[in-house]
């Protein structure tokens, strides 16, 4: 028996797991729960991650008295600390921030849109790291050290700074091919490589926790492992497939479509169709294409509560499934109407011209994010070296049989559906040197066949 402690932060919650590899399958038990701060300070958005701090200490030592074997961090993507000369760490901006609206065009007078892509690969979205750091240069350039968010958990937790190989990915300030920071492009942001810590990838030891951490905790000097520091790194390490003929779609409030190829694949069709390419937890890529996933249903439940109408996710999927009039036409779940709206069932009612009712919005909120899957599952067939067989479904969003069933129907392939605790999953895969087919024995997974 092995025990993990696995700390997975969201957007919106986190969770310290305490995982047990018992050499057959992993067993996961949620320890600590708790909410993701976001605070709001003279108009700026921050994440606390002093705040975290806490509830991370607070995860961890109810893991005391156990033989813990190390622990693995990863959360969302983008986001960074800024760290002064005596090693002070600073809240980080937020990327729901908007404070980078308009900024990549303000870039692109320095660096074309095509050329930025050419050297880093990655789907252009204006609250990436590159256009965070060009807003803020001034205060970015006074930073001693920069650290993404699980760079600088670790670091709160071991005093030692590593950056991490999957989340530098996400920044936009990498090259993929050389895995090296591309200096022009830090030079218009205004910063310098020495900012940066010692590159690494997933797997690497950080350090033991401080004395003052491990006293705090009760753990003693446990080791800080470098997982797949960004969460969809670490997911779709525990993609349960048997072969290389298949695409992912990791299903959250965000979902993200995509393969794994070895190098980089950077064309003029990759920058016309705006897909990314991401570091993977095995020092390879991630070719995929972000699409909003379940924030607009979330976002309509939230105000659906607000009236008096409280569904859970199940009685969601059974209205929709049982919905005897769907609406016809479909949204484009990617609609910049979608991204922030303070009402998003008036957001969408805006888009179709006409009433309709909460089971109706919330078909067509899945059958428009079916037709999105199959659109991007078709531009992935076309890029793919292999043909793709299989798609596999991870995430919580896994869960929705409905979905899935659309999701297979629309794009025509076998879907794998499962597992769920993805994330979390591959960061013990990580932290334990195990492979995808070590795992195949902890996971429950659903098949779904397209209908004729």
């Known amino acids: ?12 919650s986190g969770r310290v797991i305490l995982a047990v ?3 057959k399958k992993i067993e996961m038990e949620t320890l600590h ?10 108009g700026k958005y921050f994440w606390d991650i002093f705040v975290l701090e806490k509830e991370i200490l607070e995860g961890l030592g109810k893991a005391a008295g156990k033989p813990i074997e190390s622990i693995g961090i990863d959360t969302w993507g983008v986001d960074f600390c800024c760290v002064d000369a005596e090693g002070k760490v600073s809240m980080p901006r937020a990327y729901r921030d908007p404070y980078t609206q308009g900024v990549p065009e303000q870039f692109f007078r320095e660096m074309s849109r095509e050329e930025l892509y050419k050297r880093t690969g990655i789907q252009i979205m204006n609250f990436n790291s590159v256009f965070q750091a060009y807003a803020r240069k001034e205060e970015t350039a006074a930073a001693d050290k920069l650290l993404f968010i699980p760079d600088a958990l670790s670091y ?17 300030l990498m090259n993929p091919r050389t895995k090296e920071l591309d200096e022009e492009i830090l030079k218009i942001c205004g910063l310098r490589k020495e900012q940066f810590p010692a590159l690494v990838l997933p797997g690497t030891k950080v ?8 006293d705090k905790t009760g753990l003693g000097p446990v080791p800080v492992i470098a997982v797949a520091g960004h969460d969809t790194g670490s997911a779709v390490a525990a993609v349960p497939a048997v072969n290389a003929n298949f695409a992912y779609l990791s299903s959250g409030t965000w979902s993200l479509m995509g393969i794994e190829t070895p190098e980089p694949v950077i064309s003029d069709e990759t920058f016309r169709l705006n897909f990314t390419n991401e570091g993977g937890a095995k020092g390879d890529i991630r070719l995929l294409k972000n699409i909003t996933g379940m924030w607009i249903i979330e976002q309509c439940l939230a105000q659906w509560r607000k009236e008096g109408r409280d569904y859970n996710y199940k009685e969601l999927e059974q209205m929709a499934r049982e919905c005897p009039d769907r609406e016809t036409s479909l949204i484009d779940p990617d609609d910049p109407a ?25 078909r067509l909120i899945y059958d428009s994010l079916a037709a999105k899957y199959a659109e991007v599952f078709r531009k992935l067939q076309g890029l793919a070296p292999t043909p793709i067989d299989t798609l596999h479904i991870i995430g919580g969003g896994s869960q929705n049989d409905l979905m899935d069933q659309l999701t297979a129907d629309v794009c025509r392939v076998r879907v794998v559906a499962g597992p769920a605790e993805g994330t979390a999953l591959g960061n013990v895969m990580l932290q334990a040197g195990l492979s995808r087919k070590d795992i195949l024995a902890s996971i429950n997974t659903k098949i779904y066949t397209p209908h004729e």
């Open 156 to 172: 709160l937790l071991t005093g030692k700074m590593v950056c991490e190989y999957t989340i530098l990915s996400t920044s936009g």
């Open 1 to 12: 028996m092995k025990n993990y402690l696995a700390v997975d932060l969201g957007a919106t």
């Open 21 to 23: 590899w018992d050499g």
């Open 338 to 362: 979608f991204a922030t709206p303070q009402n998003m069932p008036a957001a969408i009612l805006a888009q179709v011209g006409h009433d309709l009712r909460d089971d109706q919005m919330t």
């Open 207 to 214: 350090g033991p926790l401080s004395k003052e951490v491990a």
């Open 33 to 42: 729960r708790f909410p993701t701060p976001l605070v709001e300070k003279d």
